[in-house]
């Protein structure tokens, strides 16, 4: 069973639209939330995280918008670009736990 | 910070032969992750270690994986005997401690596996 469910599988926009990739979970003990940005041949890197005390979280162009009672959590970029095409990993982790569920990624294409 | 750093980059063997997949966290990271990243399945967890001891090992399929981490700066992915069913990207990570928001996941560039 998929811990976390993440939407679009894919997704193209023009240089300078807003993408936004969603992802949802039903475990409430979750308490940290990263998104993860990977290029091809490269290992999955920290792009921006979340805890559930607050809704939303800024970092330059990228932000997460996190709904605590609807266990859902989405990421969005502001003013993309061609360098932004990449592969999207949201995921999960209840503290204490050692394992960071994974979604099941999306495929980002920013035409210029 | 050189990063997680992982050998090699790419391995092609053939079924049956044994596979050995290295690792060399970030210099003071005490927890340590492999993960096989596929189409099918996306990134599962394998093992994961802790100050060099095995923690959860759940996620290995079967027992021709096994996973060892002999010192706080290597550990070895072994996959003995090799079957093509195992050809995927093997990611090893780093954390500080535990997973937390502050001591995040880092990941190495992975080793592409294809068993024909």
């Known amino acids: 069973q998929q811990q976390v469910k993440q939407s679009p599988q894919s997704l193209i926009v023009q240089k300078g639209g807003i993408p936004i990739i969603n992802c949802a979970y039903e475990?409430?003990?979750?308490?940290?939330f990263p998104w993860y940005q990977q290029f091809p041949g490269k290992g999955p890197a920290l792009l921006i995280a979340?805890?559930?005390?607050?809704s939303e979280k800024k970092e330059g162009r990228f932000t997460i918008s996190f709904n605590k009672s609807a266990k859902q959590f989405s990421l969005h970029i502001m003013d993309s670009q061609p360098g932004d095409s990449a592969t999207y990993f949201c995921?999960?982790?209840?503290?204490?736990?050692?394992?960071?569920?994974f979604g099941t990624g999306t495929r980002l294409t920013v035409i210029p | 910070d050189a990063g997680v750093i992982q050998s090699p980059r790419h391995e092609v063997t053939e079924m049956g032969q044994e596979v050995t997949l290295r690792c060399k966290p970030i210099?003071?990271?005490?927890?340590l992750f492999w993960y096989r990243q596929t189409m099918m399945r996306g990134l599962e967890l394998l093992i994961y270690?802790?100050?060099?001891?095995?923690?959860?090992d759940s996620g290995m399929p079967e027992d021709r994986f096994s996973a060892k981490m002999p010192n706080a700066s290597f550990s070895t992915l072994k996959i003995q005997p090799s079957e093509p069913r195992d050809s995927a990207v093997y990611f090893c990570?780093?954390?500080?401690?535990?997973?937390?928001?502050?001591?995040?996941?880092?990941f190495g560039n992975g080793t592409r596996l294809t068993v024909t």
């Open positions: 990570a780093s954390s500080y401690d535990r997973v937390t928001y502050n001591s995040p996941l880092h």
């Open positions: 475990n409430t003990a979750f308490d940290y």
């Open positions: 979340i805890r559930p005390d607050v």
């Open positions: 995921a999960a982790l209840e503290t204490g736990a050692n394992n960071l569920f």
């Open positions: 210099s003071g990271h005490n927890s």
């Open positions: 270690f802790n100050n060099n001891v095995p923690i959860d």
